[in-house]
């Protein structure tokens, strides 16, 4: 039956099942993003359609790491010097060039390390940006379902998919489609891959985190900017990173 007590049902299990089976991945892909932090390094996220409720998950927010630096289409407007047309189209995503003119934007230092956020992990854009960053010699870390991947042809002009190209990948969890309750006749409701990449944005984030303890060392966090004191701890944090975090001077 599709309800909301039915989505919840059936969703439980996909979480239970991701933080069983991917808690080695994560602990790998932590070691990258603590490693890249300690060397002065930022962590460059992208994600593209849906997929950047995942950048905004890991960039900016109370309780999260200050050194994030979140990649998005809109940079090419925001920050870059495409016409704001260019946004309408529905398959921008889709053009690899794309990928070069956020890397630019960004102007990456060698020591950052990236985090690209796909379901499909197919789009020329968000393969292009895995070859520049592994190219360039970036850490690579990949979020994406690997049922989906598997099902789907590349429509990058290397034939390449984002799971090949990770040093580490993240599974979302989520079922060919993304949608996790069938519906009569053919087809499916009720997405499931934020939910996920949501959860394992926080999982990350604690593990990247319990390194820092461990080397005896403290993470750059944020502080909720609508608490006493927020801004100006928050402040003093990005201050180390001026110039680099795109809501920074």
């Given amino acids: ?16 099942r991701l933080v069983d089976r991917e808690s080695e991945a994560l602990g790998r892909a932590a070691d990258l993003i ?25 960039v900016a927010r109370a309780g999260g790491l200050v050194p994030t630096n979140r990649l998005s289409l809109h940079d090419l407007v925001l920050h870059g010097d495409a016409p704001r047309g260019v946004l309408a189209d529905p398959k921008l995503e889709r053009d690899p060039a794309v990928a070069h003119q956020l890397y630019a934007i960004a102007a990456p230092q060698p020591q950052d390390v990236f985090v690209v956020a796909s379901q499909s992990g197919i789009n020329g854009s968000v393969v292009e940006l895995a070859l520049l960053a592994t190219r360039r010699g970036h850490p690579l870390i990949a979020v994406t379902s690997v049922e989906h991947t598997g099902r789907v ?20 969890g989520a079922p060919y489609g993304d949608a996790l309750l069938p519906l009569e006749g053919g087809g499916a409701v009720c997405a499931v891959s934020s939910v ?35 801004d ?16 920074t001077a």
């Fill in 1 to 16: 039956m599709i309800s909301a007590q039915g989505y919840a049902k059936a969703v439980r299990p996909v979480l239970d």
């Fill in 153 to 172: 042809a590349p429509r990058h002009p290397s034939g390449r998919r984002l799971v090949e190209l990770a040093d580490v990948v993240l599974d979302n």
């Fill in 232 to 247: 100006e701890h928050n402040l003093a944090l990005e201050s180390r990173y001026a110039g680099r975090l795109r809501r």
């Fill in 196 to 230: 996920t990449s949501a959860l394992l944005a926080q999982l990350l984030t604690a593990e990247v985190v319990r390194r820092f303890h461990q080397a005896g060392e403290a993470p750059p966090i944020y502080l909720s900017a609508n608490v006493p004191g927020g």
């Fill in 34 to 58: 603590a490693a890249s932090l300690r060397d002065g390094g930022v962590l460059q996220a992208f994600g593209a359609g849906h997929s950047e409720a995942f950048a905004a998950e890991l």
